[in-house]
């Protein structure tokens, strides 16, 4: 969906309220208000697909119904004990009427979101977008860490351990998560997983050299990065082990 996409009316949306609606490319779309701001994401929760607009919004936090995920609606970031952040479209408004377009799958990954446009610009354009078929292995154990993924549709599963101790390492990622994030430190030459396509999938690809150079042009953005990405393998290792 490259185009905008009519949603809406703004007055259907209540005051710091949310409301939910299937645009015509079939999707399902979540739009809420907070003070005089508008924010759309997909309407079906990360977690297992419930439909979010059953959920409760006081306002300022979005509650999914089944498992009581917690979502900023702001930024669509995981509160609490929600994993996963929100899928957002960017929203568009002319005169009465809301518009939604897909925002791109790295500017959307929490990893890169708070960073500065001019490096997120400048790290889009270093991206390469492959398609991948259902059972496709992206990487091994023990292959060299060079890209980090963005997964952009489709959904990827990760295995720890070799051969017959092999184990499903409890990661399934949706639209806008990064994976393979060891591309990005200096210590981690090899992969300690297997990264395997479980749909049909599209990835953006970053390498991870070229990455850590052009954070390194921009400290405080490449500072966020490094800070978001101890949270991100925290929570996923946290995770993992609860599992
Ligand atoms: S389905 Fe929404 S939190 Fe589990």
């Not at 809301?98 to 890169?112: D, S």
């Not at 390194?216 to 946290?238: C, E, K, N, W």
Request: glycine share 8%.
């Amino acid at each position: 969906m490259s185009k905008n996409m009519h949603v809406c009316k703004l007055s259907d949306i209540p005051v710091h309220g949310i409301m939910d609606f299937v645009i015509g490319s079939g999707e399902r779309v979540l739009v809420a208000n907070f003070r005089d701001k508008y924010y759309a994401y997909n309407g079906n929760c990360p977690h297992q697909g419930t439909c979010l607009a059953e959920g409760f919004f006081d306002g300022a936090v979005l509650t999914c119904s089944k498992h009581l995920w917690q979502w900023d609606i702001t930024t669509g970031k995981p509160i609490g004990l929600a994993e996963s952040p929100l899928e957002g479209y960017k929203v568009e408004i002319e005169g009465d009427e809301i518009y939604v377009r897909q925002a791109n799958a790295l500017k959307m990954a929490e990893l890169f979101s708070d960073i500065s446009t001019s490096t997120q610009d400048r790290l889009v354009q270093l991206t390469r977008r492959e398609e991948y078929e259902s059972g496709s292995v992206l990487y091994d154990l023990g292959d060299t860490t060079d890209d980090l993924y963005i997964l952009e549709s489709g959904r990827v599963e990760f295995e720890l351990g070799r051969d017959d101790r092999t184990s499903a390492a409890g990661f399934i990622l949706r639209k806008g998560e990064v994976f393979g994030w060891a591309a990005l430190l200096e210590q981690q030459p090899v992969r300690i997983a297997k990264a395997v396509c479980v749909e049909k999938s599209a990835l953006l690809r970053l390498n991870g050299e070229e990455a850590v150079k052009v954070l390194a042009s921009d400290p405080a953005s490449g500072y966020l990065v490094m800070r978001q990405l101890a949270t991100l393998i925290t929570r996923h290792f946290t995770s993992s082990s609860e599992k």
